[in-house]
Nanobody, 121 residues
Framework: QVQLVESGGGLVQPGGSLRLSCAAS????????MGWYRQAPGKERDLVAT???????NYADSVKGRFTISRDNAKNTVYLQMNSLKPEDTAVYYC???????????????WGQGTQVTVSS
């Protein structure tokens, strides 16, 4: 089994910063890409940022220049540094990993349980 465990969420004032972490553990052969998504109340889950095993990144337009995604392949961990936070960034943030659990098996998608980020004064 594979588990993704997120940490680092919380309450922060507008303009503040938070750093999210997501560690993948369990039966993992190789991780293709990891990413962060978020879901605000009453809205769909949207992409925030992704990073491939080679380090290529992709960001939602709404977070470009404010958020930075990074990855430690040795630790199977992905980070999301969030700066200049706005109230509209308030959401549950979910980590996702597309990975092969064992050689020859199809690539499988895994999600974390989510961590709440609230931006409010």
């Amino acid at each position: 089994q594979v588990q993704l465990v997120e940490s680092g969420g919380g309450l922060v004032q507008p303009g503040g910063s938070l750093r999210l972490s997501c560690a993948a553990s369990g039966s993992i052969f190789m991780i293709n890409y990891m990413g962060w998504y978020r879901q605000a109340p009453g809205k769909e889950r949207d992409l925030v940022a992704t990073v491939t095993s080679g380090g290529s990144t992709n960001y939602a337009d709404s977070v470009k220049g404010r958020f930075t995604i990074s990855r430690d392949n040795a630790k199977n961990t992905v980070y999301l540094q969030m700066n200049s936070l706005k109230p509209e960034d308030t959401a549950v943030y979910y980590c996702k990993a597309n990975l092969w659990a064992t050689p020859g098996r199809p690539i499988t998608e895994y999600w974390g349980q989510g961590t709440q980020v609230t931006v409010s004064s």
